[in-house]
């Protein structure tokens, strides 16, 4: 037995966690190196703290309502806004991207299961013609603001350890489409073990621990882990554009977003969208004893979602989908855990595959043991100065994350000709199209072509010889 086999088994074993070895001493020297690696990775005081607070206090801490208000929010020019601070919005986010001062940061851990596809979520083909990846998508749209903006984008993915080496290879076959190599940045998310009702870390073989993802929170400290907060530090990266893999209509690099951030001296920015209805699964923004949070929707009590206001809008109307501009020096802060100061876990009861003392694999038809996971928009209380800004829920916000149905590949695909249908209306050409706008014909618009619809006006308006948009076009 190694040295470092012998450390981390007395370590555990110190903790009252001894049974994460208990068939170690079956293991040749290559599995009991393999369960090491694990354990390596386990913080000892954290799990124990996450025990006994979300555990064996069963995490039943009730959420108070007390004091809670819509939080403000800054409106589209399409629903009143002014024009005019957007403008000023728009230039001073243009003059943060020439400056260098912006990356992207895309949150891709996840696999396309529940799309019934086999690899990482962000090669699943999304376009209609093409039948581009999301990965392409988004590393398109980042061409063109580089273009526009005179600067290669800085690109940060984080993947999982599922998928790193898959994600890693899909780049590389690309090309890393389109992009220069040490433009794009990758580094895995951070994963926490899973515990039984009684505290006890759980294994998923006799060589392996129990491990899973610690959520999208986990990603501000995965930013610092990884070295990628220190390299935007050298690269004089001051505000992360966050996305997450599943959402291609996304505004990965948008000027006024940015702008806004800047000019109100936030550390953390959200976009919003209007909630379509009451019970519709998105969070809400909030404000509680002067701060801004998101309450979750299954949190929220369904009275509270459905109240309106004296002109019959809904009142908690504010809905959250996961796009936010954060400052560099507050993710160091946040995901660096500086001065006590760092997300909470939150607890969730899983079906967890383990194995039994004689080692046999057990999969359990009922929740068996805890997860622990961090939400991002759990980072808005710390946040100084937060801003939300209104989206357009047409032009920034399609998700795909079912087969089929609502946020599906086919919803996204039909959200997407109805985006490009509605910029071809712009520039004077209408197509047939349905109640909904979805048009007759199906054809493409790549990012390559335009990302926007000012940017499609402007160029169209700069071709002589205009093609026709018939089934099947593709302007790229």
Known sequence: MTQLYQSERKRFEERGQGQVFAHAASLDSVGQEKLCADTQLIDLDEIESLVDTLVRNHGTEAISFEGLEPAPYISHPVHGGDKAEWDRARASGEAALRAGKVAAFTVAGGQGTRLGYDGPKGTFPVTPIRKRPLFQVFAEKLLAAGNRYGVAIPWYIMTSSINHEATVQAFEEAGFFGLERDQVKFFSQGRMPAVDFEGKILLSGKDTVAMSPDGHGGSLRALVRSGAIADMKERGIEAISYFQVDNPLVQVIDPAFIGFHMDHGSEMSSKMIPKAYPGEKVGHFCVQNGRTLVVEYSDMPEAMQEERDSSG????????????????????????????????????????????????????????????????????????????????????????????????????????????????????????????????????????????????????????????????????
């Open 313 to 476: 809008q809904l009142r908690f109307l504010s809905g959250s989908i996961a796009i936010h501009i954060l400052d560099v020096g507050f993710v160091e802060r946040i995901g660096g855990g500086k001065a006590g100061v760092g997300l909470p876990f939150h607890r969730a009861d899983k079906k967890i595959q383990t194995v039994d003392a004689d080692g046999n694999v057990i999969a359990p038809d009922k929740p068996n043991g805890v997860k622990f996971e961090m939400f991002v928009f759990d980072a808005l209380p710390f946040a100084s100065n937060p801003v939300i800004i209104e989206t357009l829920r047409e032009d920034d916000f399609s998700p795909v994350k079912n087969a089929s149905g609502i946020d599906s590949a086919e919803s996204c695909r039909d959200d997407q000709l109805r985006q490009w249908t509605r910029w071809l209306k712009a520039a004077g050409i209408v197509l047939p199209a349905d109640s909904s706008g979805l048009p007759e014909i199906v054809f493409e618009i790549s990012p390559l072509f335009a990302d926007s619809e000012q940017a499609f006006l402007e160029k169209w308006s700069a071709i002589a010889d205009k093609p026709e948009i018939v089934a099947g076009t593709v302007l790229a």
